[in-house]
């Protein structure tokens, strides 16, 4: 009877493993192709974000004699120029997917960061611009320099969501080993069994809804929105400074807000892709993993993703020169 029943278990869980096995392999061959393929995706999105803006420039100049058609035309544009500005390299997406490959997160709170960073990296470039050149009347070098100066604000705020990273998973995992360190034993028993919501082990396998809002809380959330979108986006400057030199000033906002929507939806589905990732491991460490042990590996990953921000902040701090701020290139 035991037999046949370790037999009927192990078959149960041959069924559920294959299948996560097979959609980790394609991820994973996805993800080396993209690897591979990634310079020259790369250099043409560039090419193909400097025609884009060369249109945007020209459709400036002519929304005033055309603007239902011209006008239109130029926000279509702007959201692709957004879409793909935001594949190009930037800390941004190194910071949402530290971030989301280490810590439990909702669906829905994932997209709120993004659809949250890009909207606050819009709205910091049309502030910017209107504050120092339409209501101050300063120069469009004040405004480059007050752009690398948010710039290194943003490191800043990289380097410090590191650090509070760190020092939450530090927390965590002392509260994890101290019971082994008085003494005491953790449940590290190897899994046995086919685990499920009511396997009546005693053990949380999966996260719930309360402690996925635990574990990221508004101040995180915060921190994380600032340090990805505190630097507005260098495409963005240009086209609210060229639309204010014409005299079109209000679609050169239109055309930031277009941008950064597109910015969110490349970097939305990039946040998909982590997150997807993170749950297929979890669902394969589910049935390998020694449920105590399980805990402290989440832990040090988390500690992993921030030193990994903090040496990232670092060394984009010291490489920001006020010479280049103000060149095609954002934060996402």
Not at 15 to 39: C, D, E, F, M, V
Not at 165 to 176: D, I, N, V
Not at 206 to 226: E, I, P
Request: overall charge positive.
């Amino acid at each position: 009877m035991s037999v046949s029943l370790t037999r009927r278990k192990s078959a149960g869980r041959g069924r559920l493993i294959a299948p996560l096995l097979l959609s980790a392999l394609l991820l994973a061959t996805a993800g080396l192709w993209l690897w591979q393929q990634w310079p020259q995706l790369l250099l043409q999105s560039v090419l193909w974000q400097k025609t884009l803006h060369q249109q945007m420039t020209a459709l400036l100049q002519q929304v005033e004699l055309n603007p239902q058609q011209t006008g239109l035309t130029l926000l279509g544009f702007s959201v692709i120029y957004g879409i793909l500005h935001a594949a190009g390299p930037g800390h941004g997406k190194v910071v949402i997917a530290t971030f989301l490959a280490t810590h439990p997160t909702k669906v829905k709170t994932s997209l709120q960061l993004t659809l949250a960073a890009a909207v606050v990296q819009g709205l910091m470039g049309i502030a910017l611009v209107t504050l120092l050149l339409v209501v101050l009347k300063l120069s469009s070098r004040q405004l480059h320099l007050s752009s690398y100066w948010l710039e290194k604000g943003s490191y800043l705020m990289v380097i410090a969501l590191g650090g509070w990273l760190c020092l939450r998973a530090l927390r965590q995992l002392w509260r994890l080993l101290r019971p082994a360190a008085s003494g005491r034993i953790i449940a590290l028993r190897p899994v046995d069994h086919l685990h499920h919501a009511d396997c009546g082990c005693g053990h949380q396998h999966v996260a719930d809804r309360r402690q996925l809002a635990r574990a990221v809380g508004w101040k995180t959330k915060t921190v994380v929105v600032l340090s990805m979108g505190l630097r507005p986006c260098s495409g963005a400057l240009m086209m609210l400074l060229f639309s204010k030199v014409i005299g079109v000033y209000l679609w050169g906002v239109l055309s930031a807000i277009a941008m950064a929507l597109g910015t969110a939806l490349t970097v939305s589905a990039m946040a998909l892709l982590v997150q997807t990732s993170r749950a297929l491991a979890g669902r394969l460490s589910r049935h390998t993993t020694a449920a105590g042990w399980q805990k402290v590996a989440l832990q040090s990953i988390g500690l992993a993703g921030g030193v990994v921000l903090i040496i990232a902040g670092v060394m984009l701090w010291q490489s920001a020169q006020p010479a280049i701020a103000g060149g095609i290139r954002g934060i996402l």
